[in-house]
């Protein structure tokens, strides 16, 4: 262990101290996730619980919003075994502690009511003015996976991890960085490496390789044949979403495709637009793009080479979605400076 890996451990033990002396005096816990949970949020939420089971003797209820659709996350959450409460049957009034993990206040990404009293804030995207007024604020927009720091939570406090968990752990780091390819750091790559031989193969195989369902393959048909290339920049519309997770994984998979830097989806979740971008660029940040893409209109959020976004319509048509469509990607376009490349499909037409 070097110099700056013990510092950064020492500061952990610090703060997890403090912050298990301050939780030690109050009741129930509640730990909200973001809405459509992903590897990241579910191993990190698993991770406090286990923390303040093994330090406090507290039991946590872990908390989301949406719909687990990605195959990966669905046989991640059975696998696993991690249990999850819909945040509409919590009621907060019960929670004398909540904590917010892999999302901040307000982001627009998680159910957690706007106002609400967040006490623990632990997350890697970029920190939001709603954040500091948190009690505890742990947020490292250099890490990679919010899981790397619940990770770091449980060594600075000399908490055992059993498989399950730390197959958790490992797959969370493993599918946010892409097995440390993108946005990694020295944490991501030390956390990785000492989880990995702690995980279960067999049940990391399950989860890495599951069975997909016929949607599934419907959704990836109606992504390829809307699929539109400006030079760099690909534009995928998917029409009615089936589940909301899969523009993310169309973005993920289609930016791989040879000559593109730059990948969005986009899909209608009833009344509400999903947008999910895609970068190989280092020189470009994907979340400051999105957010200037959605201002105004909606929530965006991400970092530098994924980003996510959301706009409400309470009463559009298909219609008025497809124009918004139609004017977020020529803004995306105008601002990557590529408007005038002929558009061309990516197959058929
Ligand atoms: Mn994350």
Redesign the pocket.
Known sequence: MNDSNRDSLQRTRVFTDALLDWARGRGKVLIVIHDNP?P??LASAVALRHLLTMKLNRDSVIAFSGMISRGENIAMARELEIVLTPMETVDLCDFSMICML?TQPETGNNSLPPGTRVDLVVD?HPIRQTSRDCRWIDIRDNYG??ATILYEYLKAQDVSLGTKLATALFYAIKS?TQDLGREAGRADRNAYLHLFPLTNKALLYEITHPRLSPAHFRAMHTALENTVIYGSVLVISMGELTSPEVVAEMADYLVRLEGIEVAMSMGRDHRTLILSMRTMRHDLNAGELMRKLVAGQGTAGGHGMMAGGRIGRDCASPLDFRRLEENLTHRLLEELGVSSCAPRALIGQ
Do not use: L
């Open positions: 992903d990241d949020s892999d890697h996976a919010t946010e």
